[in-house]
């Protein structure tokens, strides 16, 4: 299981950002995958996962507005989608997948079993 989260940087408030998450060693058709991030001194938070048994995503209450999780099968990318970004966005996001496939949505609350390396978003003017 391999996972790699990039596509962060600095970006303005009221930008947009898509970041990316590679992976490879399995196949969503039998696993879920997440994003979360984790700004310094606060606690991780679920964004976005995608249920490999319900075929569909599911988003954190606070986070349905301006993120969106997409995925593109061919390339095995799983994207998150940051828009109206606010400097309260600032944070390491990963995407992470879980053990067997069942963990969505409480997983945004849990976390899961296999973590990529982060990817660093800043923001500011």
């Known amino acids: 299981v391999q996972l790699q989260a990039s596509g962060g940087g600095l970006a303005q408030p009221g930008g947009s950002l898509r970041l990316s998450c590679a992976f490879s060693g399995f196949s969503l058709d039998y696993y879920d995958i997440g994003w979360f991030r984790q700004a310094p001194g606060k606690e991780r938070e679920g964004i976005s996962c995608?249920?490999?048994?319900?075929?569909?995503?599911f988003y954190a209450d606070n986070m349905k507005e301006r993120f969106t999780i997409s995925r593109d099968n061919v390339k095995n990318v799983v994207y998150l989608q940051v828009d109206n970004l606010k400097p309260e966005d600032a944070a390491v996001y990963y995407c992470?997948?879980?053990?067997?496939?069942?963990?969505?949505?409480?997983?945004?609350?849990?976390?899961?079993?296999?973590w990529g390396r982060g990817t660093l978003v800043t923001v500011s003017s």
């Open positions: 995608i249920s490999s048994r319900l075929r569909r995503e």
């Open positions: 992470a997948r879980d053990e067997y496939g069942n963990s969505c949505p409480t997983a945004l609350r849990y976390g899961m079993e296999y």
